[in-house]
T-cell receptor, first 114, second 111 residues
Framework: NAGVTQTPKFQVLKTGQSMTLQCAQD?????MYWYRQDPGMGLRLIYYSASEGTTDKGEVPNGYNVSRLNKREFSLRLESAAPSQTSVYFC?????????????FGPGTRLTVL | DAKTTQPTSMDCAEGRAANLPCNHSTISGNEYVYWYRQIHSQGPQYIIHGLKNNETNEMASLIITEDRKSSTLILPHATLRDTAVYYCIAFFSGGYQKVTFGTGTKLQVIP
């Protein structure tokens, strides 16, 4: 049981390049999330998917798109990367929408945009 | 979602209990209090959560005041490996999925 996995672990992009961050979970969870964490800051929600087939914006969605490919996978795409998107990106999953279950986090993707 | 307030940093001697406070005075009746921690730049790790009653698991204890306006996370015998940033969050059951992580409390366990 690998939990939540993210690829790649590290990435360096030039301004204007595009890339997709991959996230997968093997816990049969319904809800999945993408966060970013800037240095010295807490986590901010980018997008989430309450269940397969649905996605919604979080606190900081501008410049990102997401795809809930199936129940296991939730990808985050940067269409035209900007230096302001330099951050650590975390994916998380939960069983469902009830308040009585915790989030499980992946190890993160460290992205630098030059 | 209720806003939570935590001290920026705390120190604790190794082997002693670490008591981390959290204020959530605007919490509503269906919001759970969750605690996570983040060691270095790893993904946050779940510790414990509760609604009204005090809770205990193998990692920690959670004490929630009767009015639910504040809570305390207790690590009974802190070790150097407990040095981390601890986040207290209030999670709304149902509806909007947003879970807001503030800047948390940086706990330094001192040998």
């Amino acid at each position: 049981n690998a939990g939540v996995t993210q690829t790649p672990k590290f990435q360096v992009l030039k301004t204007g390049q595009s890339m997709t961050l991959q996230c997968a979970q093997d816990m049969n969870h319904n809800s999945m999330y993408w966060y970013r964490q800037d240095p010295g800051m807490g986590l901010r929600l980018i997008y989430y998917s309450a269940s397969e087939g649905t996605t919604d914006k979080g606190e900081v969605p501008n410049g990102y798109n997401v795809s809930r490919l199936n129940k296991r996978e939730f990808s985050l795409r940067l269409e035209s990367a900007a230096p302001s998107q330099t951050s650590v990106y975390f994916c998380a999953s939960r069983v469902g929408t009830s308040g009585n279950n915790e989030q499980f986090f992946g190890p993160g993707t460290r992205l630098t945009v030059l | 979602d209720a806003k939570t307030t935590q001290p920026t940093s705390m120190d604790c001697a190794e082997g002693r209990a670490a008591n981390l406070p959290c204020n959530h005075s605007t919490i509503s009746g269906n919001e759970y209090v969750y605690w996570y921690r983040q060691i270095h730049s790893q993904g946050p790790q779940y510790i414990i959560h509760g609604l009204k009653n005090n809770e205990t698991n193998e990692m920690a204890s959670l004490i929630i005041t009767e009015d639910r306006k504040s809570s305390t996370l207790i690590l009974p015998h802190a070790t150097l490996r407990d040095t981390a940033v601890y986040y207290c969050i209030a999670f709304f059951s149902g509806g909007y999925q947003k879970v807001t992580f503030g800047t948390g409390t940086k706990l330094q366990v001192i040998p």
